[in-house]
């Protein structure tokens, strides 16, 4: 089992930047695909990117691709979203997941354990 704490959220304006982290625990946080997701309320958790185990294999949704970057340090235990050109409709919760399926080449991955989100808002 692997605990998630999100940081790195905060207002920004238009055309800004942020970086989230995600801080796991676990000596096993090496084993899980990592991945990062969204949600504004009414609406469904959205995918945004994820990572296999081996950092050899990242996702990004269309909607953020070229504007946002996941990377991950194993030996940090962290996973991270580079995200800039940031726009009003990046505006959500964010929250981080660990998977156990190493398959992350579809928005339909999915991750078994979650953080509690942090909160990312773009003004325009």
């Known amino acids: 089992q692997v605990q998630l704490v999100e940081s790195g959220g905060g207002l920004v304006q238009s055309g800004g930047s942020l970086r989230l982290s995600c801080a796991g625990s676990?000596?096993?946080?090496?084993?899980?695909?990592m991945g990062w997701f969204r949600q504004v309320p009414g609406k469904e958790r959205e995918f945004v990117a994820a990572?296999?185990?081996?950092?050899?294999?990242?996702y990004h949704a269309d909607s953020v691709k070229g504007r946002f970057s996941i990377s991950r340090d194993n030996a940090k235990k962290t996973v991270y979203l580079q995200m800039s050109s940031l726009k009003p409709e990046d505006t959500a919760v964010y929250y981080c997941?660990?998977?156990?399926?190493?398959?992350?080449?579809?928005?339909?991955?999915?991750?078994?354990?979650w953080g509690q989100g942090t909160q990312v808002t773009v003004s325009s």
């Open positions: 997941a660990a998977g156990t399926d190493n398959r992350v080449t579809t928005t339909r991955w999915r991750g078994d354990y």
């Open positions: 990572i296999d185990w081996s950092s050899n294999t990242a």
């Open positions: 676990g000596r096993t946080f090496g084993l899980y695909a």
